[in-house]
């Protein structure tokens, strides 16, 4: 592992620690000293598994960076919808600024492409993504589930991103990036 990897894990585990500040309240403060120390763990577990298996290593990074990339979204979301309360306009444009950061580190670090040519074909999957974000977003937040609306709409914005984050790996793995 280089000292870049170890330096994007501790920032990624930080990003995820602001954002469960949002669900644990007074208590995420023990996600700031765990999730960086879990990220390393996971990248350096990656990195070993990955001397077999390249797309391991891959994945690892892949989902590092996704998860930075969400809190982006999430925390960029909640600020437009101060602004703007029409909520699928804002969570279109945070999850393009998602996507941007997305294909940085996807492009130089996850899958260590530095090509320009993959660019209309990582839009291409980012769109078919945007569509797969956006509507899965859109149903899962009309689900009545008993709790809070501001806590589902977070977390609806978390399981769209899952959703989304399985085709995006398929689709830079196998489309954009390949090897």
């Known amino acids: 592992m280089s000292k870049n990897d170890v330096f994007f894990s501790i920032i990624c585990g930080l990003a995820v620690a602001w ?3 949002d669900f644990f309240g007074r208590y995420a403060w023990i996600f700031f000293i765990i999730l960086p120390v879990l990220s390393i763990l996971g990248l350096w577990l990656a990195d070993l598994i990955g001397k077999r298996f390249l797309f391991i290593h891959q994945a690892g990074k892949f989902v590092l960076a996704g998860a930075f990339a969400d809190v982006a979204d999430i925390k960029i979301f909640q600020l ?15 999850f393009l600024v998602a996507m941007g950061i997305k294909y940085w580190a996807n492009k130089h670090w996850a899958f260590g492409e530095h090509d320009g040519r993959q660019i209309a074909q990582f839009f291409l999957v980012t769109v078919v993504g945007l569509a797969i974000n956006v509507s899965s977003f859109y149903f899962l937040s009309r689900i009545g589930t008993g709790i809070s609306t501001k806590l589902w709409v977070e977390l609806s914005i978390i399981f769209a991103a899952l959703i989304t984050a399985v085709w995006n790996f398929l689709g830079y793995k196998f489309i954009v990036f390949k090897k």
């Open 19 to 21: 954002v469960a500040t």
């Open 80 to 94: 437009l919808l101060w602004f703007a309360p029409f909520s699928l306009f804002c969570k279109g444009i945070s």
